[in-house]
T-cell receptor, first 114, second 112 residues
Framework: GENVEQHPSTLSVQEGDSAVIKCTYS??????FPWYKQELGKGPQLIID?????GEKKDQRIAVTLNKTAKHFSLHITETQPEDSAVYFC?????????????FGTGTRLTIIP | EAQVTQNPRYLITVTGKKLTVTCSQN?????MSWYRQDPGLGLRQIYY???????DKGDVPEGYKVSRKEKRNFPLILESPSPNQTSLYFC???????????FGSGTQLSVL
């Protein structure tokens, strides 16, 4: 089955600096890669996603890059702000009929230092 | 308002006492799923459902049951809870598993 590894498990950055979280996946059939943000006491919320036919996607201060050959994808947050402090999860999914699978990474706790 | 509603939010029970955690969505989503969240282990999938009457095991299904008799509801059943099922549980729904998922607010379960 799919295995998603996420690094680092904790990350502290100074406010205004950039943060990068990296994930690797094992199943080359995976074709959808979302990132979720979980604030304290809440359920995860989708912040950005990318499909396998795209190498990079950007939404304001957040970007995701995908390297299908190396089977890794990364989340980039620029100009970090205190409200970016949260736990971030990557995931990999494939929707092939009879072999549907969505697997999450173990999470990264991001702390923004004011 | 589009939402996934889980109940209860907190639950303390004793070993062996059957319990059900309810999950309901109002977005007409076909895909629904249950996850447990444990420190250092992330979100692990328990069961998922691609549509009514279609359910399948995730990565950690032992000790759990689910049913999908109607599109909006996907209850999680623990027939005989044990202390190792103490965890934070999330229900999620989406149009498909490779689409945006909407998560409930979570159920913190403690089995004594």
């Amino acid at each position: 089955g799919e295995n998603v590894e996420q690094h680092p498990s904790t990350l502290s950055v100074q406010e205004g600096d950039s943060a990068v979280i990296k994930c690797t996946y094992s199943d080359s059939a995976s074709n959808y890669f979302p990132w979720y943000k979980q604030e304290l006491g809440k359920g995860p919320q989708l912040i950005i996603d990318i499909r396998s036919n795209v190498g990079e996607k950007k939404d304001q201060r957040i970007a995701v890059t995908l390297n299908k050959t190396a089977k890794h994808f990364s989340l980039h947050i620029t100009e970090t702000q205190p409200e970016d402090s949260a736990v971030y999860f990557c995931a990999a999914a494939q929707g092939s009929f009879g072999n549907e699978k969505l697997t999450f990474g173990t999470g990264t706790r991001l702390t923004i230092i004011p | 308002e589009a939402q996934v509603t889980q109940n209860p939010r907190y639950l303390i029970t004793v070993t062996g006492k059957k319990l059900t955690v309810t999950c309901s969505q109002n977005m007409n989503h076909e895909y629904m799923s249950w996850y447990r969240q444990d420190p250092g282990l992330g979100l692990r999938q328990i069961y998922y459902s691609m549509n009514v009457e279609v359910t399948d095991k995730g990565d950690v299904p032992e000790g759990y049951k689910v049913s999908r008799k109607e599109k909006r509801n996907f209850p999680l059943i623990l027939e005989s809870p044990s202390p190792n099922q103490t965890s934070l549980y999330f229900c999620a729904s989406g149009r498909d598993l490779d689409e945006k998922l909407f998560f409930g607010s979570g159920t913190q379960l403690s089995v004594l």
